[in-house]
């Protein structure tokens, strides 16, 4: 274990994704304990740095890489969930300023999308506290680049992937936060309330273990015989955030995740939180912010109050969605009525039209991979060979024969993959290029077909040009990908592309 570092992940999707970001971080000297957890704003990172479960693992890190500004920015621009700023603001600040004093080095990054205001008090208080950064959307905002992504959203795996790589690389270059003798942590008192340590009220807890290749949380499922109150220790406290699970529909994930979702409310003597959560892991920050606990605060199942805080993945609002009769509690995160509340928030506008300089000795914005490099090259690889996108095709009709079997043939992975080795392979350049396009390729196929799933295309022996079809599948491009396909899966794995590029043109 000599020379091993520890890595603390904390962020949303972005940090989640198999072969992204946290692929990258992993390398043989890095123990890595990622707590990241998708859809969830700076409130879920805040929550896992107070969790006592993670007590030790915080302690030992030696890097805590957070992001969580695309998840802010899109609940506060959702017309459904629309966060409000100052509860963004707020959160911000107290979630930096526990992370300053844990006098461990933090790397921030920015991923790009574009609400100034957000990102600016992100670059503002990594510039106070002196944590380091690495800022993409600076990144994409100075070399204008427009790059596709996966999903409107989330970078593609093989850019997200090198930039862990490349953080791991600089892992010792990363610096401690700046010293300040005259700072010093205002910051209320957090407590985290367990479900299983509520006053039961009402009904009979069913405690269970809910677990997947991630996860691991006790959970009690409350239905509508159910109703909690928070111990008397707890009066005064305001509620900022709750975790929920509601797991235990079979295949549920994803698309299926949002469609089913369950609703809470908290009730105290003078107002109502109605909330919704979806089916999966998810800490959801409460966006009253005067709500204080009392002596006959309750927490139970809704059946029929009107929601007033929605959640972006919740898609109650769909046609096909489905209300649960349950709602699955881990914990309720709780702030003191002491300490500072952030409640004077700068304006949108001021935040916007903040120019903010990041100390050179704190901005890692160098070690990010040459995307704008990576545009250009995927743009005249996409142009040159003219493929045709699944979502794009033309079913045609002539004398009544369908058309298209030419072009769903050159939409599949194996032409594609081989066309571009073979059109890659002509220069020095080409071969250095290979493995960033092949992977694009590989990437953008996979999301293509997850857009196109419910697609309903004749069958290609249907097609009048089925005969043509077949002859370009006896090519040497075709041929070549499927060779290349069926060697990452079944022989070398990851390493198919730089082998058998090698090996074989």
Request: hydrophobic share 35%.
């Amino acid at each position: 274990m000599n020379g091993i570092k520890n890595i603390v992940l904390l962020g949303g999707s972005n940090s989640i994704i198999v072969d992204g970001l946290q692929k990258g971080l992993k390398q043989n000297n890095i123990k890595l304990s990622n707590l990241a957890v998708g859809s969830t704003t700076s409130i879920q990172n805040f929550y896992e740095l107070k969790r006592l479960k993670n007590k030790d693992i915080i302690n030992n890190a030696d890097l805590i890489i957070t992001e969580s500004n695309q998840n802010e920015i899109g609940s506060f621009h959702n017309s459904r969930e629309a966060i409000p700023f100052g509860i963004i603001f707020r959160n911000l600040n107290w979630f930096y300023k526990e992370l300053y004093f844990l006098n461990k080095k933090v790397l921030v990054i920015l991923f790009p999308l574009n609400e100034q205001a957000i990102n600016n008090i992100h670059r503002k208080l990594c510039r106070q506290y002196g944590f380091n950064i690495i800022d993409l959307q600076s990144y994409y905002d100075n070399n204008q680049i427009t790059i596709e992504t996966m999903d409107n959203i989330h970078q593609f795996n093989f850019i997200t992937r090198e930039l862990g790589e490349n953080i791991v690389k600089h892992i010792k270059d990363f610096k401690y936060p700046r010293k300040d003798k005259n700072l010093y942590n205002d910051n209320p008192q957090f407590d985290i309330v367990s479900a299983q340590d509520m006053i039961v009220v009402e009904g009979s807890l069913t405690i269970d273990t809910l677990k997947n290749s991630m996860y691991e949380e006790r959970v009690c499922k409350i239905d509508e015989t159910i109703k909690l109150k928070f111990p008397l220790k707890f009066k005064n406290y305001y509620p900022i955030a709750i975790h929920t699970w509601n797991g235990g529909i079979k295949n549920a994930h994803g698309v299926e995740g949002g469609l089913n979702y369950s609703s809470m409310a908290l009730c105290n003597k003078d107002s109502l939180i109605v909330k919704e959560s979806n089916f999966l892991n998810n800490v959801l920050e409460i966006h009253k912010s005067n709500f204080q606990i009392d002596e006959n605060t309750t927490l139970y199942y809704n059946q029929k109050e009107e929601t007033t805080e929605y959640f972006i993945s919740a898609w109650s609002y769909h046609p096909n969605s489905n209300k649960l009769s349950y709602l699955n509690l881990i914990a309720v995160f709780v702030a003191k009525n002491d300490g500072n509340f952030y409640t004077q928030c700068p304006s949108l506008d001021e935040l916007r039209n903040e120019n903010i300089e990041i100390p050179n000795e704190y901005n890692f914005d160098w070690i990010i991979p040459p995307i704008k490099k990576y545009e250009e090259i995927i743009a005249e690889y996409c142009k040159m060979l003219r493929l045709v996108p699944i979502n794009s095709q033309q079913v045609m009709t002539t004398n009544e024969k369908i058309l298209g079997a030419k072009d769903r043939v050159k939409s599949h992975l194996a032409y594609k993959l081989g066309a571009a080795m073979i059109f890659n392979s002509k220069s020095i350049l080409g071969y250095i290029r290979m493995l960033y396009v092949l992977s694009y390729i590989k990437e953008k196929h996979k999301q293509d077909l997850d857009l196109n799933s419910n697609l309903k295309l004749p069958k290609l022996e249907d097609c009048a040009d089925y005969n043509e079809s077949l002859k370009i599948k006896e090519q040497l491009s075709y041929q070549l990908g499927q060779a290349l396909i069926k060697a990452y899966n079944n022989r070398w794995g990851g390493g198919a592309y730089q082998i058998f590029i090698l090996g074989y043109l």
